[in-house]
């Protein structure tokens, strides 16, 4: 049914917003942060991963994630496409996006890169051991050394943040998930990010995590490591019972797919 041109209008800047998230997750950290940033005002529901809410799935049927932003009675999902949302719904606030068309673009693009290249070779480091692992932390250090360069010799030079002076798109993004590397790294008692290595991308992190909005979004070092390490316990469990032989295995390699694929999904929503 063809809707009016006021019902596809933005909701006006006054009606609620209220975000479903959970607490671990960086991708809920995302809109949490920019939310504080454009100083917004907004309620927070906390959602059992391993328990999702109906309410949580009638909003995003299509892949049942967090974070959701319902505004006025309208949900979204997807914390990058929440992002651009926030800054075209309330352009008056703190901008996250550059105000040039080309560095809104490059913006993007690094954003795509965190996603699809180094979240998912962090991922692989936590998620691994013995030479699956060592293939994981070298593609890592391949992706840091990109960004590296970039802050260096790119696009970012002689910045402080990869916004500018203040924090923007790029910087929520990866900001709002390089935080995981301190934890993995203690976890799995390999070295990530190295100062001597990456000391631009080291000098950003530690300026990043400085920003009070940061503190007040980024939760405790102790709460995040006991987290990461029963996740990559479990993790690491099942993915041992899915290789067993099923002769040997029984009951736990039957049950094993569908604990693996839930656990999994906790996982990639971190």
């Avoid at 950290?29 to 328990?51: P, S």
Wanted: charged share 25%.
């Amino acid at each position: 049914m063809e809707k009016s041109s006021s019902e596809n209008a933005i909701p006006p800047a006054a009606a609620p917003l209220k975000l479903f998230g959970s607490w671990a997750s960086s991708y809920t950290h995302r809109v949490q942060l920019a939310l504080r940033l454009k100083g917004l005002e907004f309620d927070y529901v906390e959602e059992d991963l391993g328990n999702k809410s109906a309410e949580l799935l009638r909003h995003n049927p299509v892949h049942k994630k967090v974070p959701v932003l319902v505004h006025g009675g309208r949900a979204l999902p997807e914390s990058d496409i929440i992002l651009q949302y926030l800054d075209d719904a309330w352009p008056e606030t703190r901008p996250l996006l550059p105000a040039d068309a080309f560095d809104r673009a490059l913006a993007r693009f690094w954003c795509h890169f965190a996603d699809d290249k180094l979240g998912p070779a962090v991922g692989a480091v936590f998620a691994s051991t013995g030479e699956d692992q060592g293939a994981a932390v070298r593609q890592v250090h391949d992706n840091l050394a990109l960004l590296e360069a970039e802050l260096r010799d790119g696009a970012f030079r002689g910045r402080r943040f990869f916004g500018g002076d203040e924090v923007g798109f790029l910087d929520v993004v990866l900001g709002c998930g390089s935080y995981w590397l301190a934890v993995f790294e203690d976890v799995t008692g390999v070295r990530l990010v190295d100062a001597d290595a990456f000391p631009r991308f080291h000098a950003w992190l530690r300026d990043f995590e400085a920003l009070d909005e940061v503190r007040e979004t980024i939760p405790a070092v102790d709460r995040l490591l006991e987290y990461a390490r029963g996740l990559r316990h479990m993790l690491l469990g099942l993915a041992g019972a899915a290789a067993a032989p099923s002769a040997e295995a029984g009951p736990t390699a039957a049950a094993a797919p569908a604990a693996a694929a839930a656990a999994a999904d906790i996982a990639v929503d971190i």
